[in-house]
Structure formats: structure tokens, C-alpha cells
């Protein structure tokens, strides 16, 4: 337990690692803002995944829209328990993954995007 508290104490100090975290954060916080905002929450089935060359590929109860953030948030928690636990030689590791969790956050943001523009709006 002292490695996650020194992790996050590193964390809040180099902008290294704060940024991708911050970002990330922010990234998943627009994910759920747009899934609250734009999807109908009813008791019919949405399209929950869109593909261009082939349409529709997974449909579901609306509170299913919530994995995509959901997995997300867990996808940042997971990377930032294994930077935790990664000695301080790891730094280009560290950055790595904390990158990484951006990333998906990012491609989580753009298929909520893609899923409201293409089918809710």
C-alpha cells in the first residue's frame, strides 16, 4: 500500500505522469457527459455499435451504453495499480502505459461519437 500512495505522490508532481492521468480523466468524463446527454434512455433496444462497412453490430438495453466509460475507467485504474507497483527505474514504462490508457480513452470517446452522431441526432 505505501507503493500506491508514493506512486500517486509522484504522480501529482511530474508533469510526465500527471497529464496522460488528467487527460485521460477528462477524455472519460466527456464519454459519460455525451452518453448522458444524446442517448435516449428508454426501455427499447439501441444500437450500442457501429461499424462503416457494416452497420450495426451490437444492439442492447440502453443502460448498456455505460460499458464503454465503464471500461475505460477500469482500463485507467488497472494501468495506474501496475505503474504503482513498477520500481522508479520504470519511468519510460510508467509513461507508456499511463499513455496507453489515454489512448483508449480516446477511442472510447470517439465510438460514443460516432455511435450519437450516426444513429442519435
Given at each position: 500500500m505505501h507503493q500506491v500512495g508514493f506512486?500517486?505522490?509522484?504522480t501529482l508532481k511530474q508533469s510526465?505522469?500527471?497529464w496522460p492521468v488528467l487527460?485521460?480523466?477528462i477524455l472519460n468524463g466527456l464519454s459519460w457527459f455525451f452518453i448522458v446527454w444524446r442517448l435516449p434512455a428508454s426501455?427499447?433496444?439501441?444500437?450500442?455499435?457501429?461499424n462503416v462497412y457494416f452497420g450495426i453490430g451490437w444492439i442492447g438495453p440502453w443502460f448498456s451504453s455505460?460499458?464503454?466509460?465503464?471500461?475505460?475507467?477500469?482500463?485507467?485504474?488497472?494501468?495506474?495499480?501496475?505503474?504503482?507497483?513498477?520500481?522508479e527505474d520504470?519511468?519510460?514504462?510508467?509513461?507508456?502505459?499511463?499513455?496507453?490508457a489515454f489512448l483508449a480513452q480516446f477511442f472510447?470517446?470517439?465510438?460514443?461519437?460516432?455511435?450519437?452522431?450516426?444513429?442519435?441526432?
Open positions: 506512486f500517486l505522490n509522484k510526465q505522469f500527471y487527460s485521460g480523466l426501455a427499447d433496444w439501441i444500437p450500442l455499435y457501429y455505460v460499458y464503454y466509460p465503464g471500461l475505460g475507467l477500469l482500463i485507467l485504474a488497472i494501468n495506474l495499480v501496475i505503474c504503482s507497483y513498477l520500481g520504470k519511468v519510460v514504462l510508467i509513461r507508456w502505459l499511463l499513455w496507453t472510447i470517446l470517439l465510438t460514443v461519437i460516432t455511435l450519437i452522431i450516426n444513429y442519435f441526432s
